[in-house]
């Protein structure tokens, strides 16, 4: 049996995944071999995964829950280790987005991340105060691999509604905006996308303040998260929820149609060619 090692639950996802293994393996007065035998695997497996040696994955999350008679907990705590190195106040969010079936996101200021190119996400990395060039391309490699749910099998249906300002608001080259707004036409093509525009005439709505992002599963919104600064926050409060997601029906009234939305960005190519 591998030498116990302390754990801090805060240090890391996967340290919370180990100690809360560790805790319901104790009880259930399990050995680190009895509980491998129910899972299937080596005990010598579960003891690296408990003294973070191995990372847990899919399967073995799964094969926890149902050794240990749990309803998905351990698997909810896996998926977060797959988000070890981002930012803390941006974790709980990307755990969320992951479950979700349907998005709905609201940007008055620049392309939502889940639609940004990788050069323009650089760019944008880039202004942060103090980051050093390895910072940039962590946070731009995680970035990247979030925006894999708009091509799961089981990607959700997601609606973007963005300002007028986000297309013609120059981040980085214009040869970097060019590709950016070329991105946007093409993930528009996707079935389970929709691109929408406020457009400048619109005067004042209830989006001014800010951009925010409104997450719903089987039909029921559960989670959301609002743009802040230096941070963003999760929200799991359903009457904020709720609130916001009646806001984002407002804006959204506001947009052009899908259609003429495509056009305009069409429009603003042509110009910067």
């Given at each position: 049996?591998?030498?116990?090692?302390?754990?801090?639950?805060?240090?890391?996802?996967?340290?919370?995944f180990a100690a809360e293994l560790r805790r319901y393996r104790h009880a259930a007065r399990l050995s680190q071999k009895a509980l491998a035998s129910r899972m299937g695997y080596s005990d010598s497996l579960v003891a690296m995964v408990e003294t973070l040696t191995r990372s847990p994955t899919d399967d073995f999350a799964k094969a926890?829950?149902?050794?240990?008679?749990?309803?998905?907990?351990?698997?909810?705590?896996?998926?977060?280790?797959r988000w070890d190195k981002a930012q803390a106040h941006l974790r709980p969010w990307l755990v969320e987005e992951e479950e979700a079936h349907v998005l709905r996101s609201w940007?008055?200021?620049?392309?939502?991340?889940?639609?940004?190119?990788?050069?323009?996400?650089?760019?944008?990395?880039?202004?942060a105060p103090g980051l050093t060039s390895e910072q940039v391309e962590e946070r731009l490699a995680g970035r990247m691999r979030r925006q894999s749910i708009l091509h799961r099998a089981d990607a959700p249906l997601v609606t973007f509604v963005i300002d007028e300002g986000v297309i013609?608001?120059?981040?980085?080259?214009?040869?970097?905006?060019r590709e950016q707004l070329g991105f946007l036409l093409d993930?528009?093509?996707?079935?389970?996308?929709?691109?929408?525009?406020?457009?400048?005439?619109?005067?004042?709505?209830?989006?001014?303040?800010g951009g925010f992002i409104v997450a719903e599963r089987n039909g029921s919104v559960f989670a959301a998260y609002t743009d802040a600064q230096p941070n963003g926050r999760t929200i799991d409060d359903r009457r904020v929820i709720a609130?916001?997601?009646?806001?984002?029906?407002?804006?959204?009234?506001?947009?052009?149609?899908f259609k003429q939305s495509l056009r305009l960005i069409e429009e603003v190519v042509n110009q910067s060619g």
């Open positions: 049996m591998s030498p116990r090692k302390e754990l801090d639950p805060n240090e890391s996802p996967r340290a919370l926890c829950d149902k050794a240990l008679c749990l309803d998905g907990t351990m698997y909810g705590l896996y998926v977060a280790t940007e008055p200021s620049i392309v939502p991340g889940l639609l940004q190119t990788e050069a323009y996400a650089r760019a944008m990395f880039m202004t013609r608001r120059r981040v980085g080259s214009a040869e970097i905006m993930v528009a093509q996707h079935r389970n996308v929709t691109l929408q525009i406020v457009l400048h005439d619109a005067g004042e709505h209830c989006g001014l303040a609130e916001l997601a009646a806001r984002y029906d407002a804006i959204r009234s506001e947009a052009l149609p």
